[in-house]
T-cell receptor
Framework: KNQVEQSPQSLIILEGKNCTLQCNYTVSPFSNLRWYKQDTGRGPVSLTI?????NTKSNGRYTATLDADTKQSSLHITASQLSDSASYIC???????????FGSGTRLQVQP | DSGVTQTPKHLITATGQRVTLRCSPRSGDLSVYWYQQSLDQGLQFLIQYYNGEERAKGNILERFSAQQFPDLHSELNLSSLELGDSALYFC?????????????FGPGTRLTVL
């Protein structure tokens, strides 16, 4: 069964600090992996998308990495801001049924 | 603002009832996706339509159905509602039917089944 596991489940950091969120998946065959940011009660917003051949992709202070061999991805947030407080969701797309498999998310809270 | 609109914003109904959720994609987008987000299960992909035709199915119950109309708006019909159907329902759209297209999410419809 295709699965996407995210860790930690929740995280509290101080403003200005860096953090790294993890995503492990078993989806196969693999097409691409996306990271979304979701504010409470709002729709998710795409941060990055990476295909099999991409190892790193940045979007401002967000940098995603992908190791397709070990089926692991990480999202690194640099110099965190209060507005980074949100849930971060890892989504993996397979090649077969075109369906998307969502992780349960990491709830990040940035405190002043 | 993603450009995707969903109505209604909130919906409260009783078990056994039927409701229809509506989604208007971003201008020019041909693909529409429906998702369910409940507290205990996170985001779940339900179904995708591309230019009026069903393209992919996820964990959509038989009590649920969807369609995409010629003007590209989409409706998600939920029938014989159960308490467990209470959730946020999101619609997303993308320009084409490409696996790498970014999906733009609407603000969601919060459904409460009493």
């Amino acid at each position: 069964k295709n699965q996407v596991e995210q860790s930690p489940q929740s995280l509290i950091i101080l403003e200005g600090k860096n953090c790294t969120l993890q995503c492990n998946y078993t989806v196969s065959p693999f097409s691409n992996l996306r990271w979304y940011k979701q504010d409470t009660g709002r729709g998710p917003v795409s941060l990055t998308i990476m295909t099999f051949s991409e190892n790193t992709k940045s979007n401002g202070r967000y940098t995603a990495t992908l190791d397709a061999d070990t089926k692991q991805s990480s999202l690194h947030i640099t110099a965190s801001q209060l507005s980074d407080s949100a849930s971060y969701i890892c989504v993996v797309r397979g090649t077969g049924r075109r369906a998307l498999t969502f992780g349960s998310g990491t709830r990040l809270q940035v405190q002043p | 603002d993603s450009g995707v609109t969903q109505t209604p914003k909130h919906l409260i109904t009783a078990t056994g009832q039927r409701v229809t959720l509506r989604c208007s994609p971003r201008s020019g987008d041909l693909s529409v996706y429906w998702y369910q987000q409940s507290l205990d299960q996170g985001l779940q992909f339900l179904i995708q339509y591309y230019n009026g035709e069903e393209r992919a199915k996820g964990n959509i119950l038989e009590r649920f159905s969807a369609q995409q109309f010629p003007d590209l708006h989409s409706e998600l019909n939920l029938s014989s509602l159960e308490l467990g159907d209470s959730a946020l329902y999101f619609c997303a759209s993308s320009p084409r039917d490409s696996r790498t297209d970014t999906q733009y999410f609407g603000p969601g419809t919060r459904l409460t089944v009493l």
